[in-house]
């Protein structure tokens, strides 16, 4: 069973991501960045995502 702290740590990295995919998307909306830009955004958060869910299963184990 996760311990709280990885519980939190796991949920605010999904959440974190989460918002990062839509300011990504708010920001091609305005003209502010291209989408490339806004894919290499949204890429980084949810490999960040990625790496700490096998993290903290790792931890887990």
Known sequence: MKTLPVRVLGRI????????????????????????????????WLTLTVISAVVSDAIEL
């Open 13 to 44: 990295f999904m959440i974190t991501a989460y918002v990062m995919f839509l300011a990504a998307l708010v920001r091609v909306d305005l003209g502010l960045i291209n989408h490339v830009q806004a894919g290499i955004r949204v890429t980084a």
